[in-house]
């Protein structure tokens, strides 16, 4: 089955430019140009990424974001202009994966999309080589990095991308305490110039979808009051 890609833009050049290059590798693509039709989509439809402008037609991206993110993991790269650094801060705020600024080479779109489209998806694996998986497991919490699965109290949780990775990178230094810069370094592969927030809000709906599930998963992740965040291990 091939993966399906939706690309929103209201350019029509933006739009083909991405389609024929994405195409090229045996992705199937959806378009849309106006903001309210792609939350449409994005929730009635089970996309493998997202491509998302901020500047659209009858709701913005940032606000498309926001409102699939509501209801949905799907990853989702933001398509930003030169000079949009508060949007593209806003944008990993409310959940966005990734970002590309715009005028972008093509092949940099069909990178960036393999990359997150690989680390949002289990990878397949036979049960009788299951001991050799990569496993990180707790008390109340298992990460399973082979098949990108997060088990809280024996229950799945559904996370995005970049959930997943700041949970999976605090989880394989216990009782290591990471301030905010190193973790924007880290996990977002970005520095945002001391605007910090992207982690806080992530490491808030990191602790809200674990405890959902398990309250114990979710005080895994401590606050250090002044420094930043470690995954504690309680005795």
Same mark, same amino acid.
């Given at each position: 089955m091939k993966e399906k890609i939706l690309i929103v833009d209201d350019e029509d050049r933006i739009r083909k430019l991405a389609r024929m290059y994405l195409e090229r590798e045996g992705y199937e693509i959806? !378009?849309?140009? #106006?903001?309210?039709?792609?939350l449409d989509m994005a929730l009635k439809n089970d996309f493998h990424c997202i491509l998302l402008d901020i500047m659209l037609p009858s709701m913005d991206g940032l606000e498309v974001c926001r409102r699939i993110r509501e209801e949905k993991s799907t990853p989702i790269v933001m398509l930003t202009a030169k000079g949009e650094e508060n949007n593209r801060v806003e944008g990993f705020e409310i959940g966005a994966d990734d970002y590309i600024v715009k005028p972008f080479s093509p092949r940099e779109v069909v990178l960036r999309v393999k990359a997150i489209i690989r680390r949002s998806q289990p990878t397949m694996?036979?049960?009788? #080589?299951?001991?050799? %998986?990569?496993?990180?497991?707790?008390?109340s919490l298992v990460i399973d990095n082979d098949a990108h699965r997060v088990m809280a109290d024996n229950k799945e949780v559904n996370l995005t991308p970049k959930e997943y990775e700041l949970l999976l990178f605090l989880a394989k230094s216990p009782d290591k305490v990471f301030d905010r810069e190193s973790l924007l370094k880290e996990v977002w592969h970005y520095e945002f110039y001391g605007d910090l927030r992207t982690v806080d809000t992530h490491v808030?709906?990191?602790? !809200? %979808?674990?405890? %959902?599930?398990?309250?114990?998963a979710a005080d895994m992740i401590h606050t250090v009051w002044g420094v930043g965040y470690k995954?504690?291990? %309680? !005795?």
């Amino acid at each position: 089955m091939k993966e399906k890609i939706l690309i929103v833009d209201d350019e029509d050049r933006i739009r083909k430019l991405a389609r024929m290059y994405l195409e090229r590798e045996g992705y199937e693509i959806f !378009e849309a140009n #106006d903001g309210a039709v792609a939350l449409d989509m994005a929730l009635k439809n089970d996309f493998h990424c997202i491509l998302l402008d901020i500047m659209l037609p009858s709701m913005d991206g940032l606000e498309v974001c926001r409102r699939i993110r509501e209801e949905k993991s799907t990853p989702i790269v933001m398509l930003t202009a030169k000079g949009e650094e508060n949007n593209r801060v806003e944008g990993f705020e409310i959940g966005a994966d990734d970002y590309i600024v715009k005028p972008f080479s093509p092949r940099e779109v069909v990178l960036r999309v393999k990359a997150i489209i690989r680390r949002s998806q289990p990878t397949m694996f036979l049960e009788q #080589d299951q001991h050799t %998986k990569d496993l990180i497991v707790f008390d109340s919490l298992v990460i399973d990095n082979d098949a990108h699965r997060v088990m809280a109290d024996n229950k799945e949780v559904n996370l995005t991308p970049k959930e997943y990775e700041l949970l999976l990178f605090l989880a394989k230094s216990p009782d290591k305490v990471f301030d905010r810069e190193s973790l924007l370094k880290e996990v977002w592969h970005y520095e945002f110039y001391g605007d910090l927030r992207t982690v806080d809000t992530h490491v808030k709906r990191l602790r !809200e %979808k674990l405890n %959902k599930v398990s309250s114990k998963a979710a005080d895994m992740i401590h606050t250090v009051w002044g420094v930043g965040y470690k995954f504690e291990v %309680k !005795e």
